[in-house]
């Protein structure tokens, strides 16, 4: 048995045993998965949609790429990139099983069933031999992994050589005035929306502090290269509320 680590990483604002993160983040996304993407509607206004075209603009699918969508539960990411791509394959990677129940579920999955694979996994762990992949994609997803480092370590051994990398996340805007006026809708707005909508404020306190604690976009970007990818680059979406992040292993 691996020995259980005592160091400590963010529940949000908590501050808990690295070895209880991964459950409770399951915890969260068990309690959302069912009304996730209408919540990612409200929290965005929409907008997330953009956010996740741009992101197929940068990154330009190819015909037979196989894509790694990892915490891909309700399958955005992949359908874009089957849609965009014209025919390839995706495996969609995610913690926690209901949210890939509640991909599986949707319109879009039933007409790429060929084409997608459902898999159950961790993304500092990775269930895959070295140089699988053409594309890796995490949406929204690596803010809520224990050790994000280690994601990237592992981005980059299952990617092919000459593979891309493409994070988008929550980031942080340049201008405190702007911050604080977007933390203040974040704080105010958000965990009452979870309330009335999928009746969990919890849950949705978690994810705007989740986004506070994230690292800015030059912190990130270091982390992506220290993962060794080069040519790594980001661009911010609406100011910085969003930001995504590309690397290539070459």
Same mark, same amino acid.
């Given at each position: ?58 990154? #330009?699918?190819?015909?037979?790429? &196989?894509? *790694?969508?990892?915490? +891909? ?5 992949? @359908?874009?990139? /089957? ?67 280690? #994601?990237?370590?592992?981005?980059? &051994?299952? *990617?092919?050589?000459? +593979? ?5 996340? @929550?980031?942080? /805007? ?67 509320? #969003? ?8």
């Amino acid at each position: 048995m691996a020995e259980r680590s005592d160091n400590t990483t963010h529940f949000g604002f908590e501050t808990v045993p690295e070895h209880e993160k991964a459950g409770r983040v399951q915890g969260v996304f068990n309690s959302v998965a069912s009304k996730y993407d209408i919540m990612n509607d409200v929290m965005s206004v929409g907008i997330h949609r953009i956010w996740k075209d741009a992101m197929m603009d940068w990154l #330009a699918p190819r015909p037979g790429q &196989r894509l *790694l969508d990892v915490a +891909g539960g309700t399958g955005d990411i992949s @359908f874009r990139f /089957l849609k965009r791509a014209g025919y390839g394959h995706s495996t969609v990677l995610d913690l926690t099983r209901p949210m890939l129940e509640e991909g599986r579920k949707r319109a879009e999955a039933e007409q790429m069933a060929e084409s997608l694979d459902w898999v159950t996994g961790d993304a500092m762990a990775l269930p895959f031999k070295d140089n699988t992949f053409d594309v890796y994609t995490i949406s929204f997803g690596i803010r809520n992994v224990t050790r994000p480092q280690e #994601a990237l370590n592992e981005a980059y &051994r299952v *990617l092919k050589p000459g +593979g891309r990398l493409m994070v988008l996340e @929550f980031s942080q /805007l340049p201008n405190e005035g702007m911050q604080k006026l977007y933390d203040l809708y974040s704080f105010n707005v958000i965990p009452r929306m979870g309330q009335l909508i999928a009746n969990d404020y919890d849950s949705y306190q978690y994810l705007v502090e989740s986004i506070r604690n994230f690292p800015d976009q030059e912190t990130f970007l270091g982390m992506v290269k220290e993962a060794g990818f080069a040519n790594a680059k980001y661009r911010n979406l609406s100011l910085g509320i #969003a930001c995504l992040h590309s690397g290539w292993k070459i």
